[in-house]
């Protein structure tokens, strides 16, 4: 014969005790508690609410009632949980393809823009924050050429000159089609750099280097008449989902290829005998 279960059985959430074991002293998360208690994430958070408990983050909350043991407790072993679930699941994946779709992927981004505003962070937060976003460490770190030695040329108003205008010339040049899915588009077409504008930069402001003639007037009109010689060859006309899957993790190699494949348009630039001077 079957026992009859009780209401705190049925709905563990209701149970206060049963819910502040399994949520302070277990430090499970709120996903886990409604996994636990076989119910919606939501639910649990509105008994969370009733119950009175601080949520995990609350940290003066947490150690005013149980003390900093359990607080330092409940964060190892979130830090482990999320560390475990987190590990390789959304290496080279974009928030879209994170949560199934664009608008979910902007308010996701929005949120966390939302929850950063009115926030002091210390010196010592910002200068951590600052030390592994630096050099390599950086998405966009390009090899550092043009932030050291280069620092002085003006690296910007060179790109808004140049690539700027020959990506629109490319596009106009090959009929705003893809070259890649065939799509055409006056709108969604934009101009790929196949050999790309920060190796045709580097190479050039060394060129200067060696003449004693580095400065961003020099460098611009080189760079100028360099794009004017080869622009049909370092240029390809794509649409952003071509552009973006090309620069994406993925198309790495891809770009890399390309650069191997057109070096030798620099080959000038390079020096011909040692020292390189005329």
């Known amino acids: 014969m079957n026992k009859k279960l009780t209401d705190n059985e049925v709905f563990g959430y209701r149970d206060r005790k049963l819910f502040e074991e399994k949520y302070i002293f277990e430090g499970m998360t709120l996903n886990k508690l409604a996994e636990y208690f076989s119910c919606d994430w939501s639910c649990v958070e509105d008994w969370r609410i009733k119950h009175g408990f601080p949520k995990h983050s609350d940290r003066e909350g947490i150690i005013s009632i149980y003390g ?3 607080f330092t407790y409940i964060k190892r072993v979130k830090s482990e949980t999320y560390s475990e679930s987190n590990k390789g699941r959304n290496i080279g994946r974009t928030l879209e393809e994170i949560y199934g779709s664009k608008e979910k992927a902007l308010a ?3 949120k966390r823009r939302a929850s950063s505003i009115g926030i002091k962070r210390s010196a010592d937060f910002k200068t951590n924050l600052s030390k592994l976003r630096k050099g390599s460490c950086n998405p966009n770190y390009k090899g550092g050429f043009y932030s050291l030695e280069h620092k002085e040329i003006e690296r910007n108003l060179i790109s808004s000159y140049i ?8 596009v106009i040049d090959r009929d705003f089609t893809c070259e890649t899915c065939g799509k055409k588009s006056l709108k969604e077409m934009c101009g ?3 050999l790309s504008f920060s190796t045709i930069f580097g190479e050039i402001c060394n060129y200067a280097t060696r003449r004693n003639c580095l400065n961003t007037e020099f460098i611009l009109k080189e760079i100028y008449q360099f794009h004017l010689e080869y622009k049909d060859k370092i240029y390809k006309c794509l649409c952003l989902e071509c552009h973006k899957k090309i620069h994406s ?3 790495k190699q891809v770009i890399k ?8 348009l620099l080959d000038k630039y390079k020096p011909k005998i040692k020292g390189d001077k005329i």
């Open 68 to 70: 900093e043991d359990i």
């Open 108 to 110: 996701v981004i929005e």
């Open 163 to 170: 690539a700027a205008a020959f990506n629109k010339i490319s």
């Open 192 to 194: 790929h750099h196949k």
């Open 249 to 251: 993790k993925e198309g």
């Open 257 to 264: 290829q390309e650069i191997l494949e057109l070096i030798h």
